[in-house]
């Protein structure tokens, strides 16, 4: 993929070193882009590179960076300004979760989540996009979840909240950017093989739920991005998924509440 001026368009994912952000650096450098892969796990992000490099010749920036620091955003903002890379489309997937019930998590935890999961998502955004608009040109894919489209849950207190906001988001900066050609797009999965569910200790649970339920990190992220290509605003992945945001949409909450597995409707 190049733009007019025959330079090939640049893609930035959070969360690049793992799971769905894996996956679309994956789907972006078969399109043809370059990356900017940003994440913790630096050699990850290296071996990434490589492969991305020998299999479609992307070249990928990596950049290793806790989006819990409130610094990140504006450092990583500033180092690819410093190497003269735009950024094009932006992936807004880093993220974890807090499994606690409120009253049992430490606060720390909690503000740590808001950091990486609302403030950071919000902060990249403000920075790239009036790059985006100079150049009349943006993509942007905010990583939610089906918990967004659902009532609030018993445990992950915070998650849904802020899924939801990334939907907010997303709606809102297209109002906004309506007439331009940048377009912001948000994904909702559900449960996706990924090592998220290892991490928040919930895999022996979620194991219980039926095959049909599961989706494959790389078929969130290739159907995201052909959303996004749509011009689709709020996007489900999967069958499954969308009758189930169907049904969240139709059923009182306090039915939707009582149903067994509200702690778990949580993905990366």
């Known amino acids: 993929m190049v733009d007019s001026g025959n ?81 094009d489309i932006l992936v807004n997937n880093a993220g974890f979760g807090v499994p606690e019930d409120y009253k049992d998590s430490q606060w720390a935890d909690q503000a740590r989540f808001m950091q990486v999961m609302a403030t950071a998502p919000a902060h990249l955004t403000h920075l790239f996009l009036p790059g985006m608009i100079e150049r009349n040109y943006g993509r942007f ?31 809102s900066l297209n109002l906004e950017l309506e007439g331009s050609d940048i377009h912001a797009s948000v994904t909702c999965p559900g449960f996706t093989y990924t090592e998220y569910h290892d991490v928040i200790r919930t895999r022996e649970s979620v194991s219980q739920y039926p095959e049909y339920m599961w989706m494959s ?44 597995g509200t702690r778990q409707i949580v993905s990366p």
């Open 141 to 171: 894919i905010n990583v939610s979840s089906l918990a967004a489209l659902f009532p609030g849950m018993a445990g992950h207190t915070l998650y849904s909240g802020v899924k939801s906001f990334l939907v907010k988001l997303s709606q």
């Open 217 to 260: 990190a790389e078929d969130v992220a290739r159907q995201s991005y052909e959303a996004l290509k749509a011009g689709t605003v709020v996007f489900v992945p999967g069958f499954a998924n969308r009758m189930l945001a169907g049904a969240a949409s139709l059923l009182p909450e306090s039915l939707i509440g009582k149903l067994g």
């Open 7 to 87: 330079r090939r368009r640049t893609a930035l994912v959070t969360g690049a070193s793992a799971g769905i952000g894996k996956a679309f650096a994956q789907v972006f450098a078969e399109d043809g882009l370059d990356l900017v892969l940003v994440a913790r796990r630096k050699e990850r992000l290296e071996e990434l590179a490589n492969e991305l490099s020998k299999s479609h010749g992307a070249a990928s920036t990596v950049i290793e960076a806790d989006l819990a620091d409130p610094e990140a955003p504006q450092q990583i903002f500033e180092r690819l300004q410093a190497d003269g890379v735009d950024v």
